[in-house]
């Protein structure tokens, strides 16, 4: 037996299962919460902590002296070889002597010839004033003798001037090291002429005992370095990167800032600062990248975090927080004195507050996170103790 089935009845009952489906319960979805995120976190407290700020800058020799001929003359002699380190005092050039040797001996020649005119007028002045005195000879006579006593006085003088500068000039022939550094090439050579028409430049010395580190607080730093800084002679160091297998090591170099000048660059808004660096090692070489740590207190109560565990974005400055739950909340900062190494808190946290910095990249606001504190090993103390910026540190 055969069924068939109309259209309108196939209709029917796809209606019919279609809204039988529709008054099946509704599924609900339930998101999984994430698990927590393991996390370092450190434990802040508002302490006396040495503050440090650091900067990039270029090293420069104290001393820079060029070495000229200051007469003229052929060049004789050189001393020194390319590069030596010489002591102040030591001999560098020599240039002929002849000349100036003859001009000194023709300036004494000259003196004793005066001198021996002088005590003939002298003689012929204690003979004639009893004479005139007597009325046997005419004054004038007497008056043209004591005109010459004054003549040959006066040329005597002068002659012993001459003869000073003669010595002077010789002295000028030996070329001395006027300051104790590294002396450069030489630039020029036995034979060569120098000093004809000009102060000829033989060579230069470099002071490098001691160097200068130059680098350019922005004005808002200086600002801030003035107000809280504890010492008119701030301490200070210079790190040097090393090279080869040692480019993770630094050599450090103590010294101070002596120097700030009085006038902000108007392209850079920056003011630039000195540090005098005791270089006795000679290892660091003018014209070194360097980063120049500046000490400023140790006398104030700052709350202090590692500089990459601070955010920023359009509403502000920003830490992630641990609340007593485990949870992650967003706190806003202000910072003050900045480092690479610290950064001090002016207002955002209060003391013991934990605050996340590793995972940064995965933290949010209201996620559960799962702390361990690093505070011994990681905290601005320990920071401190790694890179010798604590207290008995620093230098007086």
């Given at each position: 037996?055969h069924y068939?089935?109309r259209?309108?009845?196939?209709s029917?009952l796809?209606?019919l299962?279609?809204?039988?489906?529709?008054?099946?319960?509704?599924?609900?979805?339930v998101?999984?919460?994430?698990p927590?995120?393991?996390?370092?976190t450190?434990?802040?407290?508002?302490?006396?902590?040495?503050?440090?700020?650091?900067?990039?800058?270029?090293t420069?020799?104290?001393?820079?002296?060029e070495?000229?001929a200051?007469?003229s003359?052929?060049?004789?002699k050189?001393?020194?070889?390319?590069?030596?380190y010489?002591k102040?005092?030591d001999?560098?050039f020599?240039?002929?002597?002849?000349?100036?040797k003859?001009?000194?001996?023709?300036a004494?020649?000259?003196k004793?010839?005066?001198?021996a005119s002088l005590?003939?007028?002298?003689?012929?002045v204690?003979?004639?004033?009893?004479?005139v005195?007597?009325?046997?000879?005419?004054?004038?006579?007497?008056?043209?003798?004591?005109?010459?006593?004054?003549?040959?006085?006066?040329?005597?003088?002068?002659?012993?001037?001459?003869?000073q500068n003669?010595?002077?000039?010789?002295?000028y022939t030996?070329i001395?090291a006027?300051v104790s550094g590294?002396?450069g090439?030489r630039?020029?050579?036995?034979g060569?002429?120098v000093?004809?028409?000009?102060?000829?430049?033989?060579?230069?010395?470099?002071?490098t005992?001691?160097?200068?580190?130059?680098?350019?607080p922005s004005?808002?730093d200086?600002q801030?370095?003035?107000?809280?800084?504890?010492?008119k002679?701030?301490?200070?160091?210079?790190?040097?990167?090393?090279q080869?297998e040692d480019?993770?090591k630094?050599k450090?170099?103590?010294?101070?800032?002596?120097?700030?000048n009085?006038?902000?660059?108007?392209?850079?808004?920056?003011i630039m600062?000195?540090?005098?660096?005791?270089?006795r090692s000679?290892?660091?070489?003018?014209?070194t990248?360097?980063?120049?740590?500046?000490?400023?207190?140790?006398?104030?109560?700052f709350?202090?975090l590692?500089?990459?565990s601070i955010?920023?974005d359009?509403?502000?400055?920003?830490?992630?927080?641990?609340d007593?739950?485990?949870?992650?909340?967003?706190t806003?900062?202000t910072?003050?004195?900045?480092s690479?190494?610290?950064t001090s808190?002016?207002?955002g946290?209060?003391?013991?507050?934990?605050v996340v910095i590793?995972g940064?990249m995965?933290?949010?606001?209201?996620?559960?996170l799962?702390?361990?504190?690093?505070?011994?090993?990681?905290?601005?103390?320990?920071v401190m103790?790694a890179?010798?910026?604590?207290p008995?540190?620093?230098?007086?």
């Amino acid at each position: 037996m055969h069924y068939f089935f109309r259209p309108s009845v196939i209709s029917v009952l796809f209606v019919l299962l279609f809204f039988s489906g529709c008054n099946k319960p509704e599924q609900k979805v339930v998101k999984k919460a994430p698990p927590p995120l393991s996390v370092e976190t450190v434990t802040v407290h508002k302490k006396n902590f040495p503050l440090w700020m650091q900067y990039t800058g270029m090293t420069k020799a104290s001393s820079d002296q060029e070495i000229r001929a200051r007469v003229s003359g052929r060049l004789q002699k050189i001393y020194f070889k390319d590069g030596a380190y010489v002591k102040k005092g030591d001999k560098l050039f020599l240039i002929e002597q002849s000349e100036y040797k003859s001009d000194l001996l023709s300036a004494k020649a000259k003196k004793q010839q005066d001198e021996a005119s002088l005590e003939l007028a002298k003689a012929d002045v204690e003979r004639y004033r009893p004479l005139v005195e007597e009325g046997l000879a005419p004054r004038a006579t007497l008056e043209q003798h004591e005109a010459r006593k004054s003549e040959l006085i006066a040329a005597i003088a002068a002659d012993e001037a001459a003869i000073q500068n003669a010595r002077l000039q010789l002295s000028y022939t030996i070329i001395k090291a006027p300051v104790s550094g590294q002396v450069g090439t030489r630039l020029v050579d036995v034979g060569n002429l120098v000093g004809y028409s000009e102060s000829t430049l033989l060579a230069t010395i470099k002071q490098t005992s001691v160097i200068y580190a130059y680098f350019s607080p922005s004005e808002s730093d200086v600002q801030k370095i003035y107000k809280f800084r504890s010492r008119k002679k701030l301490p200070a160091f210079i790190e040097v990167r090393g090279q080869g297998e040692d480019i993770l090591k630094r050599k450090r170099l103590d010294g101070y800032v002596d120097f700030s000048n009085n006038a902000v660059d108007p392209l850079t808004s920056t003011i630039m600062m000195r540090a005098t660096i005791d270089n006795r090692s000679l290892s660091v070489y003018p014209g070194t990248f360097v980063y120049v740590n500046m000490f400023v207190t140790d006398k104030f109560n700052f709350i202090m975090l590692p500089p990459q565990s601070i955010f920023e974005d359009q509403l502000g400055k920003f830490v992630y927080t641990v609340d007593k739950n485990n949870i992650a909340r967003r706190t806003g900062v202000t910072t003050n004195l900045s480092s690479r190494y610290y950064t001090s808190i002016a207002s955002g946290l209060k003391d013991g507050d934990s605050v996340v910095i590793s995972g940064l990249m995965k933290v949010q606001d209201g996620r559960p996170l799962q702390p361990e504190d690093v505070t011994d090993t990681k905290g601005i103390e320990a920071v401190m103790k790694a890179h010798n910026l604590i207290p008995d540190e620093v230098k007086q």
